[in-house]
């Protein structure tokens, strides 16, 4: 049953630091897809779940409090290996009083989480770096590793992907955000090749004013990583 308060976390409670990837247009299609499937976790509560890449911390703690309503007293693992983003998790999981339900790792994706978690996690969720930039880009590190996604936007992808099947349980499900440049159909293609069901959970365009906001954005980055460093 449910334990009332909030279905998903607030923008305002959410932890905003420099280095830091935002919630975006792209959170919030992540979250919705999350939150159109959490009837099913009342059924078959999850026990073990995991955000890949956690950011800002606004999708693994809208996860929390969406498996909190959802009656599911499941254990919450978030990574990345950006040391600000792990801290800014912990503050946003903090203002919405759902830290205890969940453990923060500063790890490079979830390498260090093999073979211990091997076949053990029910929900696996993946906001990958999917735009698509020279390669030079995503050695950077910083703000930049946050969208920065090499040839295609795959270059994290390509490095998860063949974790997935080790890391999910028999029901085990995972939620990953695409764009048109990282072909979908060709990544639906290798999860399934891989012996996992693939689909499109949710679609949706984005219109040219998020476009341009976006391209905005990446332009502001791009410019100040050029700036020289001071020494």
């Not at 954005?217 to 050029?226: A, G, I, V, Y």
Request: aromatic share 4%; glycine share 6%.
């Amino acid at each position: 049953m449910s334990t009332g308060g909030p279905t998903i976390a607030s923008i305002k409670n959410t932890a905003f630091y420099r280095d830091v990837y935002e919630p975006a247009e792209d959170s919030f299609a992540l979250v919705d897809a999350l939150a159109a499937h959490a009837h099913t976790w009342r059924r078959a509560p999850p026990r073990l779940c995991l955000e890949v890449g956690c950011g800002s911390g606004y999708v693994v703690c809208s996860l929390a409090l969406l498996l909190r309503g959802a009656g599911a007293a499941a254990q919450l693992l978030a990574t990345d290996i950006n040391p600000a983003a792990a801290a800014a998790t912990a503050e946003t999981l903090e203002a919405h009083g759902v830290h205890s339900r969940v453990d923060v790792l500063l790890t490079d994706l979830a390498l260090v989480l093999l073979p211990a978690l091997a076949g053990r996690v029910d929900v696996l969720v993946f906001n990958p770096p999917y735009v698509p930039t020279p390669e030079e880009e995503v050695e950077r590190g910083g703000i930049a590793a946050a969208w920065a996604g090499g040839e295609r936007g795959r270059r994290v992808v390509d490095r998860l992907l063949p974790l997935v099947p080790a890391l999910l349980s028999p029901r085990g499900e995972m939620f990953m955000v695409a764009v048109h440049e990282n072909e979908p159909e060709e990544l639906l293609a290798l999860m399934r090749d891989a012996g996992l069901e693939a689909r499109v959970a949710l679609q949706r365009k984005a219109d040219e004013e998020q476009r341009e906001r976006q391209q905005r954005r990446q332009q502001d980055l791009q410019q100040q990583l050029k700036q020289p460093q001071a020494r």
